[in-house]
């Protein structure tokens, strides 16, 4: 089946660095991948929309220049975490959806950022 | 804007006791999803239901959408140790154009004990 890779699982970094984050969609062509992000025992906050080729769409709130969002290739996004503090430590959460497949997302492992 | 809110947020059963948690839209769903988030996974797709009333059943598991469509529930029949999780609902954004844009319910967390 569809399988969307995450990578790294764990990070951990000392505040004031950036974190870069990959998205992999495995054995399908995403033109589409959503990045969100999850507090411990919360819901799945969408962040925004990677779009292949073309700028992300940011949720309301969002920082864009915090976040930075690249889909240069049709099976790859990444997220950048620039100039990390403790208050974006958090689990984050890409998915895509696979196109024939009707409406479902498939999510990534996660990622866990750790800022110290 | 659109919310979507799903009830309760814990549940703590007994193994092979039954288990609910609805899931209401403030708007019209087109679909609604469900997914289940294993502790420290990632949400898993478990099905999706598209019409009126409609009624699916996975094994132990029974999803309904309303016949408003703005509605749904997942039943759990006798509970098992592997049910742990979070189950969350999820239906397409309100005005957004990229297709696959969902919005979340807050999830409910479920423990079984054994």
């Known amino acids: 089946g569809a399988v969307v890779s995450q990578h790294p699982s764990r990070v951990i970094c000392k505040s004031g660095t950036s974190v870069k984050i990959e998205c992999r969609s495995l054995?399908?062509?995403?033109?589409?991948m959503f990045w969100y992000r999850q507090f411990p025992k919360q819901s799945l906050m969408l962040m925004a929309t990677?779009?292949?080729?073309?700028?992300?769409?940011?949720e309301q709130g969002v920082e864009k220049d915090k976040f930075l969002i690249n889909h240069a290739s049709l099976t790859l996004s990444t997220l950048t975490v620039t100039s990390a503090h403790p208050e974006d430590s958090s689990f984050y959460i890409c998915?895509?959806?696979?196109?024939?497949?009707?409406?479902?997302?498939?999510f990534g492992e996660g990622s866990r950022l750790t800022v110290l | 804007g659109q919310q979507v809110m799903q009830i309760p947020q814990y549940q703590h059963v007994q193994e092979g006791e039954d288990f609910t948690t609805y899931c209401n839209s403030s708007?019209?769903?087109?679909?609604i999803q469900w997914y289940k988030q294993r502790p420290g996974g990632h949400p898993v797709f478990l099905i999706q239901?598209?019409?009126?009333?409609e009624v699916k059943k996975q094994k132990r598991l029974t999803f309904q959408f309303g016949e408003a469509k703005k509605n749904s529930s997942l039943h759990i029949t006798a509970t098992q140790t592997t049910d742990v999780g979070t189950y969350f609902c999820?239906?397409?954004?309100?005005?957004?154009?990229?297709?696959?844009?969902?919005?979340f319910g807050q999830g409910t967390i479920l423990t079984v004990h054994p």
């Open positions: 998915s895509a959806r696979r196109r024939g497949l009707g409406g479902e997302l498939f």
């Open positions: 239901l598209v019409k009126s009333g």
């Open positions: 708007t019209t769903l087109s679909n």
């Open positions: 990677s779009n292949e080729g073309s700028k992300a769409t940011y």
């Open positions: 054995d399908f062509q995403a033109t589409t």
């Open positions: 999820a239906g397409p954004s309100a005005g957004g154009t990229s297709y696959g844009k969902l919005t």
